[in-house]
């Protein structure tokens, strides 16, 4: 009956539809247009078949270990066996901004009460940068661990602070294996909230801050799971590029980074504006629950820095869930008018609509290209010795063409070999194995430029054609490369071509190429 009286947009079916809604832009393509996600489902189709399969047999293995990074190869290991590489992955995919939005959705709900109008400024985050990017395991493990906030809130609220220890043990453990990021991230958000609560309830900060340590030790357990993942020689590579202010600035700006710059720039900044306004308004202002989880999940993006175990962009993957927490610590003060509660409403709700609807259209598009593309992919048999070539260019444009890991689709439809999957050190379950591939064997040897670009480790293409092993292939696959001297691709035979995309079949696999014209 309560939900019946209240305002439209404090409903349950208003917020459900709002979280149905952020998997919309998903529904068409069916390829998830996210930068990394083809090579990922490569490597599904790896971890699927290769025991049953002496074509993968020859060019990778798959090595089951316990690492804070098995979100999706977990699941779709029966989700594939069911229904295919493809659905299963898209199926997946698109509940993560849904679960995302509904995590969001639920804490709003647990710490105001209610769902306020504000609340819903926060949905088109959950297609922030790092979702976007493909960075599909860290992604669901934030979609966990929002979800789990809400219920950890949920649970303090209504006094069940044994059950809610007894539930976070195994909980906790689960979004770790998920991604690291979704139970540090939690931490930071079950904190800082448990030290204002104690606060409110009489302790000084020393002692709020104590006993807040002592209630989220049901988080802990992870710690031991991480011990074991180092000392098992899983984890390896570097550490490092602290206080880098240049990128941490650059990470701000793209939170909300698609296609079109003025589109995603202009979103970021009504969000700002609406942070501001509550920082300075009479009218709106913030939960200090919500408020400390923003200020603390900021002091984590400050400190962390670039690179974590060889893994990049580990400060970035947390902006655009820090934005969404000072969007959904925002409340209305109790002498705002319903007048202008409500305008904020049919506001948020026009926001919303317009920035999924504006992925939607996105994604489309991008779906478009994958389709031209993967036309190649009837012209290479099954388990071929593919090179794949990516063409980019040196300063990548607002709107990255999302192509870079698309030969890892011929991994998952022809079994052919792909030379885009990743090799960092205790990050990985898949490793290459194909050593006549030499330096052709892994990413980022698949990404190719006109020249020799500064600060990249990419090759020109004319590099690559010049220097790639022609014994180990039988085709090259080029999907829009720049010019390069066609003299170097003597000895192979195009078999399709779309646009500047082209697949050649090496039938001379020991030619001697002639020095290119161009500047490698």
């Not at 709900?109 to 599909?136: M, Q, S």
């Not at 993967?374 to 709107?399: M, N, T, Y």
């Not at 035979?493 to 646009?499: A, V």
Request: aromatic share 14%; glycine share 8%.
């Amino acid at each position: 009956m309560a939900d019946q009286n209240a305002p439209w947009w404090e409903r349950r079916w208003y917020v459900a539809a709002l979280a149905l809604l952020a998997a919309l832009p998903l529904v068409w393509p069916d390829i998830p247009p996210l930068v990394d996600l083809p090579g990922h489902m490569g490597r599904f189709r790896v971890e699927l078949e290769l025991a049953n399969s002496p074509t993968l047999q020859q060019w990778y293995t798959f090595r089951w270990a316990l690492i804070g990074n098995l979100g999706i190869d977990l699941l779709i290991f029966p989700v594939g066996k069911l229904l295919g590489v493809e659905l299963g992955t898209k199926l997946i995919i698109m509940a993560i901004p849904v679960m995302t939005a509904a995590g969001f959705l639920w804490v709003a709900r647990e710490v105001h009460g209610r769902v306020p109008p504000t609340a819903v400024f926060a949905i088109p985050f959950a297609y922030g940068h790092p979702f976007i990017f493909g960075f599909v395991n860290s992604s669901l493990s934030m979609a966990f661990a929002f979800l789990a906030f809400g219920l950890w809130l949920r649970l303090a609220r209504t006094g069940h602070l044994r059950l809610r220890a007894a539930i976070f043990v195994p909980l906790s453990m689960a979004i770790w294996v998920t991604h690291t990021y979704g139970w540090g991230t939690l931490g930071v958000m079950a904190f800082s909230a448990e030290l204002v609560r104690q606060h409110d309830r009489g302790k000084n900060v020393v002692h709020a801050g104590f006993n807040a340590g002592i209630q989220c030790l049901s988080l802990a357990p992870p710690i031991i799971l991480m011990l074991m993942w180092r000392n098992g020689g899983h984890v390896g590579g570097e550490t490092g590029d602290w206080f880098n202010w240049g990128a941490k600035y650059i990470w701000l700006v793209t939170a909300l980074r698609d296609r079109w710059y003025w589109f995603d720039f202009a979103s970021l900044g009504l969000v700002i504006v609406l942070i501001f306004e509550a920082i300075v308004s009479k009218k709106i202002g913030f939960s200090r629950n919500l408020a400390a989880s923003a200020l603390f999940l900021l002091a984590v993006f400050i400190l962390l820095p670039r690179i974590v175990f060889g893994s990049a962009y580990a400060d970035m993957r947390l902006v655009p869930y820090m934005f969404a927490v000072a969007v959904i610590a925002i409340r209305l003060r109790d002498d705002a008018s319903e007048r202008f509660r409500r305008n904020l409403a049919w506001l948020g709700l026009a926001f919303v609509v317009v920035r999924i609807g504006g992925n939607t259209v996105s994604f489309w598009m991008y779906d478009r290209v994958y389709d031209r593309e993967l036309v190649a992919l009837d012209h290479i048999p099954k388990g071929a010795r593919l090179l794949s070539f990516v063409g980019e260019g040196c300063r990548q444009p607002w709107a990255m063409s999302r192509i870079e890991h698309l030969p890892g689709i011929a991994l998952v439809r022809n079994r052919a070999f792909s030379n885009e999957q990743w090799s960092m050190l205790g990050a990985q379950l898949l490793h290459t194995t194909y050593r006549p591939a030499k330096g052709y064997a892994h990413d980022a040897s698949q990404m190719v430029t006109a020249v020799k670009c500064p600060y990249e480790v990419w090759r020109s293409l004319n590099q690559s054609l010049k220097g790639f092993p022609r014994d180990a292939f039988d085709y090259v696959w080029m999907i829009r490369p720049p010019a390069y001297d066609p003299r170097l691709t003597r000895g192979m035979i195009p078999i399709w071509r779309s646009g500047n995309s082209v697949v050649y079949r090496i039938v001379d696999h020991n030619p001697l190429p002639p020095e290119p014209e161009t500047t490698p």
